[in-house]
């Protein structure tokens, strides 16, 4: 089974940074034609798109709202995939998820087959 792990989360102030990891284990997509990405969720809301790039190239996808701001990319050696969030803002807080295999829109969460368990991110103005 496909297995991804998240790490980087937690506290910031608006304006800060952080870099987000997923370490993916088992069969990888890297090298697959399918989505990579990352989603959000925060309580008591749907889980949104993030950002999200194609197996076999460089290119990235983002929602409007973090456009300017966060940064996808990824590791193919390691297996790593990366989102670089810059000027955090309170309403960027969500728990945060790599996600694999999606066939679909690039940014449509019920596309994607593989999920981590999440990364908490929280934005304090």
């Known amino acids: 089974q496909v297995q991804l792990v998240e790490s980087g989360g937690g506290a910031v102030q608006a304006g800060g940074s952080l870099r987000l990891s997923c370490l993916v284990s088992?069969?990888?997509?890297?090298?697959?034609?399918?989505?990579m990405g990352w989603f959000r969720q925060a309580p008591g809301k749907e889980r949104e798109g993030v950002a999200a790039?194609?197996?076999?190239?460089?290119?990235?996808n983002y929602a409007e709202s973090v456009k300017g701001r966060f940064t996808m990319s990824r590791d193919n050696a390691r297996k790593t995939l990366y989102l670089q969030m810059n000027s955090l803002k309170p309403e960027d807080s969500a728990m945060y998820y790599c996600?694999?295999?999606?066939?679909?829109?690039?940014?449509?969460?019920?596309?994607?087959?593989?999920w981590g368990q999440g990364t908490a991110v929280t934005v304090s103005s």
């Open positions: 790039q194609w197996s076999t190239n460089d290119n990235a």
């Open positions: 088992g069969y990888s997509y890297f090298y697959g034609g399918y989505w």
């Open positions: 996600a694999a295999g999606g066939s679909g829109r690039p940014l449509d969460a019920q596309t994607y087959k593989y």
